[in-house]
């Protein structure tokens, strides 16, 4: 799509009251559109939406590894409109699996990407996709997958069991046996489930800046996302539909957090 339609129907959307845009690709942030002999990237889409004054949300998914560039990178450090969480797929924490799955990169590139974005947003989150039981792989790789989840810190991750497409080169290869897969995929969630539990526990006490998207069915409740995505919801006999507001978090659970209208004169975030 070329850069001018997008910045139209962004436009558009302001205009009818949309705060947040998230923009959505197979891969994102490959995104290349040329026009009177220059060439404009995500990077450049990005710094042309945020200024949209109407627009106070950016976000973008989802993205690959190897087309995390420098300028994206920078522009997660000069545009406050691009919210700090980024789902960015690794697969394995196994640069052998990685090799194997012709993922294009390695695990020293990848911390490496994630140690740029960290020193550009001290505060961006991080999330990821895991596939688990590739064929090939080892103990030894598993636990590499999980050193890796431990280091980053991942606070919200999808995990599948390998499974072979026809016609894949992945489908001629002997897959891990199923028992020991579903075995290595319980203890991958558990590490999972329990930095989703801390990061959710981090914000007690804190406030944070929530866009509410909808009254909640027979219920005088309402929901909305705070800045890493994080379901928020908040009692109030007032709509707070389109509203972004800040909401002093108190309790938790699995999917959500739960907290009350913080009063203005209070601005402290969540980091």
């Keep these: 799509r070329s850069l001018d339609e997008i910045i139209i129907e962004a436009k558009q959307l302001t205009n009818n009251g949309s705060k947040e845009i998230t923009l959505l690709g197979q891969n994102v942030n490959a995104y290349e559109y040329k026009k009177n002999g220059r060439t404009y ?11 949209i004054e109407e627009l106070k949300r950016i976000r973008y998914t989802t993205s690959h590894p190897n087309d995390v560039t420098k300028d994206l990178i920078q522009v997660h450090a000069s545009c406050e409109k691009l919210m700090p969480i980024l789902h960015l797929p690794v697969q394995s924490g196994s640069s052998k699996i990685l090799t194997a799955m012709n993922r294009k990169h390695n695990i020293f590139e990848y911390n490496q990407i994630i140690d740029d974005l960290k020193k550009a947003k001290p505060n961006i989150k991080f999330s990821s996709d895991f596939i688990i039981g590739y064929p090939g792989e080892t103990n030894i790789d598993f636990q590499e997958t999980i050193n890796l989840i431990k280091k980053i810190g991942f606070i919200n991750s999808y995990s599948f069991i390998f499974s072979a497409r026809p016609g894949t080169p992945a489908s001629k ?20 489930e329990k930095i989703n539990t801390q990061s959710k526990k981090n914000f007690l006490g ?5 866009l509410f998207e909808n009254k909640m069915k027979n219920q005088n409740k309402y929901f909305g996302r705070d800045k890493f995505l ?10 707070l539909t389109g509203q972004l507001l800040n909401v002093k978090i108190n309790n938790f659970n699995h999917n959500s957090l739960f907290g009350e209208i913080f009063k203005r004169e209070n601005r402290d975030c969540a980091a």
């Design 230 to 239: 994080n379901s928020v919801v908040v009692e109030s006999q007032k709509d």
């Design 173 to 192: 290869l002997v897959s891990t046996e199923s028992y020991e897969a579903k075995k290595r995929l319980i203890k991958l969630q558990e590490v999972l």
């Design 41 to 51: 990237h995500l990077a450049d889409l990005i710094i042309k939406l945020s200024n």
């Design 206 to 210: 804190k406030t944070a800046e929530v």
